[in-house]
């Protein structure tokens, strides 16, 4: 038989139960692609794909040429599916996977190396030395790295209150005197 009746006979052929196993093994397989997890949706896809095999060699006619068309045909349509999702994530119509990541996985706020500075909030000092507007701010008992806010410039003495910490900055604003 030539390669193009062979690959008649295969679905003309095939017996149903092998075909089920056959198309819910690649479904589960392609599910995997785009929701990579544990892997339950590859390993039974690929226990589906294996068992649709076996049962095809053992209840249909089925040789070696056969065998290479179906193994080729699965591979084209994971790798077009494969090839499909890559197209998605890049368009930004998947916005993550595993094959390329939008985000980081880690904190971008405070990492275990960064020190943590979110008490300081709403505490106030004194500027040690000019915030141009960086500079150093003694707050509580410590000396600080400080940003002025909005990159206001504050002269040495000037009393501030820190208002947020975004991971190592703290950023401070002046405090105003009010007259009684």
């Known amino acids: 038989?030539?390669?193009?009746?062979?690959f008649v006979a295969l679905f003309t052929q095939m017996q149903i139960v092998p075909a089920i196993f056959l198309i819910v093994g690649l479904i589960l397989v392609c599910i995997e692609l785009f929701i990579p997890g544990f892997g339950i949706f590859g390993i039974s896809g690929s226990v589906c794909l294996l068992?649709?095999?076996?049962?095809?060699?053992?209840?249909?006619?089925f040789n070696l040429v056969r065998a290479v068309i179906l193994i080729m045909l699965l591979l084209i349509v994971i790798g077009i599916v494969?090839?499909?999702?890559?197209l998605l994530v890049k368009l930004g119509w998947i916005s993550h996977s595993v094959i390329v990541q939008n985000k980081t996985a880690v904190s971008t706020d405070i990492t275990e190396g960064t020190l943590d500075y979110s008490s300081l909030v709403g505490k106030s000092g004194i500027a040690t030395t000019q915030l141009r507007p960086i500079g150093?701010?003694?707050?509580?008992?410590?000396?600080?790295?400080?940003?002025?806010?909005?990159?206001?410039?504050f002269d040495k003495g000037t009393k501030l209150a820190v208002v947020k910490v975004e991971g190592v900055k703290i950023i401070v604003k002046e405090i105003k005197e009010t007259k009684e």
């Open 1 to 6: 038989m030539s390669f193009g009746q062979e």
């Open 51 to 61: 068992l649709g095999f076996i049962l095809q060699a053992v209840l249909g006619e």
């Open 82 to 86: 494969f090839l499909t999702m890559l």
């Open 136 to 153: 150093k701010a003694l707050i509580g008992e410590e000396e600080y790295d400080v940003i002025a806010f909005n990159g206001m410039m």
